[in-house]
């Protein structure tokens, strides 16, 4: 239908690996002659990312709560409790820089968002698998302000510890830990973080990882 009406449409399907599982993803990538170039991906992955968000929120929380905690052990609880054996610490060092420059925008943000009551629970078990549930729309052409590009220095900004110590990630981060509720409680934590992940972008117009 969209090809009929002159849009381009192109199709990357890519691998997302989770529950010692390896899913195809589709990306739709949408455009128009010469407009902007518009991305459909499923909300709880990131088109160029191997694992779903939610194994990289866990991460980055796991290692910025526990003072003790060294990369190399926050990638292997990480990817013991989503079944990623591959998940490592180079991957969590990445992510601390890519996320820092997010600091001033996550302040807050994930209380907030499980403050909000969810929508519903039909793609709760569909989360954790990364394959389904809901759609983001992207504009990855429009270049990214001065004003959503952070200050590295600024004084004032939070840390990743004041953003990653909110009450929820503490209790979801506990929980997984300690095998607390184990397989329902890594459901609940898809589905919450799928939450922010739409809440992030239609905020921002950002994905958060």
């Known amino acids: 239908m969209l090809k009929s009406k002159g849009y381009r449409v192109k199709e990357y399907y890519g ?29 709880i992955v990131s088109p160029r990312r191997p694992y779903p968000v939610y ?29 990623i054996p591959k998940f490592s610490a180079s991957t969590i060092c990445r992510l601390i820089k890519t996320l820092s420059g997010k600091a001033c925008k996550l302040a807050g943000f994930f209380d ?28 990855e052409s429009r270049p990214e302000s001065a004003e959503e590009t952070e200050g590295r220095d600024g004084e004032g900004k939070p840390s990743l510890k004041d953003v990653f110590g909110a009450a929820c990630l503490k209790g979801f981060v506990g929980n997984l830990k300690n095998g607390i509720g184990y397989a329902s409680e890594k459901i609940r934590f898809a589905e919450f973080v799928g939450r922010c992940c739409q809440k992030y972008y239609s905020l921002n117009r950002r994905l958060i990882i």
Request: charged content about 25%; proline content about 5%; overall charge neutral.
């Open 15 to 43: 691998k997302k690996h989770a529950n010692n599982k390896e899913y195809a993803v589709i990306t739709y990538f949408i455009q128009r002659g010469e407009g902007p170039c518009i991305t459909i991906v499923r909300s």
């Open 55 to 83: 194994a990289y929120i866990f991460a980055i929380a796991i290692y910025t709560l526990e003072p003790k905690m060294s990369l190399r052990k926050a990638a292997k609880i990480t990817g013991e409790c989503f079944g």
């Open 112 to 139: 907030k968002v499980a403050a909000d009551p969810p929508c519903g629970d039909d793609d709760r078990v569909a989360a954790l698998h990364g394959i389904e549930g809901h759609s983001e729309h992207i504009d």
